[in-house]
């Protein structure tokens, strides 16, 4: 009975030594170039891209086919801008630009799920494609700018948060989403079998706010370290 409880331990051990081989883990770090995508382009203009950061671990499992499983774990700072026509006419003078400039940053933390394939280039390379879902909740934002045209030629610049909305008299901006998911599509360099260069897309399926009907969109460059 020992001999049999010992031989079952003995290939348990066996069996996870076997999986962790195919199991791999990792960080990385990098730059985040986001934007908004709006539904209506009528009202939202001159959208720009901006700078964020994002920092991650990532957790890899491969198959004996080369088929990829992908997670992770990332801390991203998203940093957005646009403007906003209004939503009425003033003086009979048409619709006007009510918000010259709205500014949005947040921190957020995001989870990843991909099914990628390991291409091997050679000896030392490494090169991964993927595609997958991924869900994002964002946990605080950052005071930003928001400039509002209060007529007359006039404006007036506040600091606000984008989570929590913001009202100047008449003029009001809805508090943006915490939550989004959307997909991805991932390209990734691995060399000298530890060190990692990769390219990602990214665009959200929920409307961050529905005032302006904007999704979040993103691209990011990260360089990683595989142990």
Known sequence: MKKDLIMIIISVLFSLQSKAQNLSYGVHAGVDVHSYNSVDQVKVYD????????????????LHNNIIFASGFDITLNAGEFSSFSNYYREQKGVYTEFPQIKTKELCVEV???????????????????????????????KDR?????GDGKTVSDEWKCLDGYVFGIHRIEGFKHFDTGFKIKAELIFASHYSLSATYQRGFIEQNKQFGIKDQNMRICLGYYF
């Open 112 to 142: 990843p799920i991909a099914i990628g394939y390991n291409l091997r280039l050679s000896d030392k390379f490494l090169f991964i494609p993927s595609i997958g879902i991924y869900s994002r909740y964002a946990f605080t934002s950052i």
């Open 146 to 150: 928001v400039i509002t045209n209060i």
């Open 47 to 62: 959208q720009k891209t901006n700078l964020g950061f994002v920092a991650g671990s990532d957790l890899r499992y491969t």
